[in-house]
């Protein structure tokens, strides 16, 4: 009697079935991989511990399918303890770089095949200052003061990065966290698309404006429309994977040093071993269209940070099987 109801407890209150139950005090269970009658899926190695002892209701990841941005689409979407929502990015192989007609391109843009073995998923937005300032109490944003309202973080190196990914690390057991590799973030900007934006290409009559653009309008703050500032993540359109804002508002770190494209298809690119700047995509809000374009590549030194410069993450879940301590 005692278990069922510590069972319907838990599962009121952490929204998802439990699958084990440890027994008194603050001896741990493991939920196994599985899907409850509403087709969620979930997964967790973190225990639930009895009520009676005090003890905090432990994190969890929750993973649902839910209703994708296009009718008929649908996507796996799961949100942390952190409040990060990442969205699944299928593996699969593309064109990366752009056409040789493609308005404003860059001669560094050469087209070539990139095959992405493993599906990933990806932050639906780029990380807010709200986000960071949970994790590292302090706001680097030159628009700051926003922690809030949604607005994105910016003015952080790299290499600050990597720390706030150390630390996110130390907290979570079940899914590891890093930034995308450059191929991997044009493949999910793109969401199945070749246009120079995911939502369509530059029209002929605006070419000859250069600062303005109809079609990025719809999912970009840019230079035309920023009033030279950020603004909160997801008020534009998402592109077909539900991603928020890859085009304009800030910049996005990558993984990758900075370095040629290659001649011939490759797989999985990680860029080379080292290097004098590091990969950052999408424009910002202080740019015009040609540099918020999917295949536009732009580059910085890791220690440097500036005020249109932020990041998403990508998530990867820990596969071995996890033991009690």
């Known amino acids: 009697m005692r278990i069922s109801y510590l069972l319907l407890l838990s599962s009121f209150i ?3 079935m439990v699958v084990g139950y440890a027994g008194q005090n603050t001896e741990r269970a493991y939920q196994q991989r599985g899907f409850n009658d509403s087709g969620e899926y979930y997964r967790t190695n973190r225990a639930w511990l009895n009520p009676s002892t005090g003890m905090e209701v432990p994190e969890t ?9 296009k009718e008929g689409c649908y996507n796996t979407i799961f949100k942390n303890p952190m409040g990060m929502s990442f969205v699944y990015i299928p593996a699969g192989t593309f064109e990366m770089g752009s056409p040789d007609d493609e308005f404003r391109r860059d001669k560094d843009e050469r087209l070539h095949k990139v095959t992405i073995t493993q599906g990933f998923y990806m932050q639906a ?3 807010t200052q709200r986000q960071w300032v949970k994790l590292m109490d302090k706001n680097p944003s030159h628009f700051g003061d926003r922690e809030h309202r949604g607005y994105p973080v910016e003015n952080v190196t790299w290499v600050e990065v990597q720390e706030f990914i150390d630390k996110l690390n130390d907290r979570q057991d079940v899914v590891r966290y890093r930034l995308p590799t450059e191929a991997e973030w044009e493949y999910a900007c793109r969401a199945g698309t070749s246009t120079a934006f995911y939502n369509g290409d530059v029209p002929k009559s605006e070419e000859g404006e250069e600062g303005y653009s109809r079609i990025l309008n719809e999912v970009a703050w840019y230079h035309h429309n920023s009033e030279q500032t950020t603004h909160p993540v997801a008020l534009k359109k998402p592109n077909n994977w ?4 890859m085009h304009g508002n800030v910049w996005e770190w ?5 370095s040629e494209y290659p001649v011939t298809p490759c797989v999985d690119p990680q860029g080379p071993e080292d290097g004098h700047a590091r990969i950052r995509r999408g424009g910002s809000w202080s740019h015009f269209p040609m540099f918020c374009r999917a295949a536009n590549r732009s580059w910085h030194d890791p220690h440097d940070s500036t005020a249109d410069t932020g990041f998403r ?4 879940t820990v596969e071995e099987d996890k033991q009690e301590d």
């Open 61 to 69: 990841w929750r993973i649902t399918t839910v209703r994708g941005v």
């Open 125 to 127: 937005t780029e990380m």
């Open 242 to 245: 539900g991603l928020y804002d």
């Open 313 to 316: 993450l990508v998530a990867e």
């Open 254 to 258: 990558c993984s990758d040093w900075v």
């Open 14 to 16: 952490l929204g998802f």
